[in-house]
């Protein structure tokens, strides 16, 4: 519950910091017309699109143990399906399934905030004319901010699913145990 709060704060941050950060910005960045247009415009549907994308992408990922309780088969990661643990190992691997989820949640809204954050402040500390290959430079950040959000997805999924396998194991190794007396 609290990792679904924080990815809630982390949205509304988000949006704040975006409807009171666009209206500050008075830059302005050369077209290849030989004009100028304010960087407003030019970043304000990119913001806005990463903001978009950051709740998209939370309410998703926050919805796949709600997806498992009702349809195990659709649920799985690499080639084990929710539906391949028994009932009483499912139970055990709900808990471990709701905190990976939380987190790939929180991941998702943090990192988005923080890319809106930057994009912001790049574009309020370059002075009243952008140089004309600012929005290049910041297009390059944009790929490597892709691959860290898949290298900490891939982190956080790896390790949790090894913390599945020994949820499900200890529930199997106790009703071994149960069987024996």
Request: glycine share 8%; net charge neutral; charged share 15%.
């Amino acid at each position: 519950m609290l990792l679904r709060l924080l990815t809630a704060a982390m949205i509304v941050y988000s949006y704040y910091e975006v409807k009171t950060g666009l209206p500050l910005l008075t830059a302005s960045i050369p077209t290849h017309q030989g004009r100028t247009m304010p960087v407003a415009d030019v970043i304000g549907t990119n913001l806005w699109v990463n903001l978009g994308l950051a709740i998209l992408m939370s309410a998703l990922v926050l919805a796949v143990p709600f997806v498992g309780r009702v349809f195990p088969g659709a649920v799985h990661f690499g080639s084990r399906r929710l539906s391949d643990y028994n009932l009483v190992e499912r139970e055990r691997v709900m808990p471990v399934l709701r905190r990976m989820t939380g987190l790939l949640a929180l991941l998702v809204s943090a990192c988005f905030a923080v890319r809106n954050h930057l994009w912001l402040q790049s574009a309020a500390t370059q002075g009243s004319v952008l140089s004309p290959d600012w929005l290049r430079r910041e297009v390059v950040t944009e790929i490597e901010f892709i691959v860290g959000l898949l290298a900490g997805f891939g982190v956080l999924t790896f390790y949790h699913l090894g913390r599945m396998d020994e949820a499900a194991r200890e529930s199997h190794s106790a009703s071994e145990s149960d069987e024996d007396v």
